[in-house]
């Protein structure tokens, strides 16, 4: 079955960029998602890329996509305290109703 | 910005009770869903529902497990009778059902079973 994995801690200081790594199996079309998750909170959607894409990007926040390998990275830009949060990496298959299938969760500690 | 709600943000029951969880889909939306995330474990697909049955479910989702729409807003998770091991935190998410799909979550309810 699919599988996401990520590493489960990073800590950056305040302006610095911050890359959350994350790794996945499914080989077919899919849809990749990043979801925060703020303490005590729901998950909420950041961006998501679509499987034939390399690169989007979003304000602060830039998906690379290495679909040979099949890794994927969320890069913040300028990062700030209220980044400060678990950032999931997930993946959905394309059409209709899906599965999203989440990582462990990287939790990302911003030090002022 | 239309988003998912669910009540309660907290439940607390004892074991062996049924409990019911509620949650409302954003409008348009004619696909949704439950995960689960027991504390400190990853977020776990429960059941997908489409035009008033269930997709996919899990291996998790066994019948202690029942989902339903009662009407044209709610969309609800019961659990006939709750063990300690169902405390987690459980999502709903909704999406429209189109090619270019995303799953929206809603806050969460977070179960406690003592």
């Known amino acids: 079955g699919e599988d996401v994995e990520q590493s489960l801690f990073l800590s950056v200081r305040e302006g610095d960029s911050s890359v959350i790594n994350c790794t996945y199996t499914d080989s077919s079309s899919t849809y990749l998602y990043w979801y925060k998750q703020e303490p005590g909170a729901g998950l909420q959607l950041l961006t998501y890329?679509?499987?034939?894409?390399d690169m989007k990007q979003d304000q602060r926040l830039t998906v690379l996509l290495n679909k040979k390998d099949k890794h994927l990275s969320l890069r913040i830009a300028d990062t700030q305290t209220g980044d400060s949060a678990i950032y999931f990496c997930a993946e959905g298959e394309v059409g209709g109703y899906q599965k999203v299938t989440f990582g462990t969760g990287t939790k990302l500690q911003v030090i002022p | 910005e239309p988003e998912v709600t669910q009540t309660p943000s907290h439940q607390v029951t004892q074991m062996g009770q049924e409990v019911i969880l509620r949650c409302v889909p954003i409008s348009n939306h004619l696909y949704f869903y439950w995960y689960r995330q027991i504390l400190g474990q990853k977020v776990e697909f429960l059941v997908s529902?489409?035009?008033?049955?269930?997709?996919?479910k899990s291996e998790i989702f066994d019948d202690q497990f029942s989902v339903e729409r009662p009407d044209g807003s709610n969309f609800t998770l019961k659990i006939r009778s709750t063990k300690l091991e169902d405390s987690a935190m459980y999502f709903c998410?909704?999406?429209?059902?189109?090619?270019?799909?995303?799953?929206?979550f809603g806050p969460g309810t977070r179960l406690t079973v003592l």
């Open positions: 890329i679509f499987s034939n894409m």
């Open positions: 529902f489409y035009n008033n049955e269930i997709s996919e």
């Open positions: 998410a909704s999406s429209e059902g189109t090619v270019s799909d995303t799953q929206y």
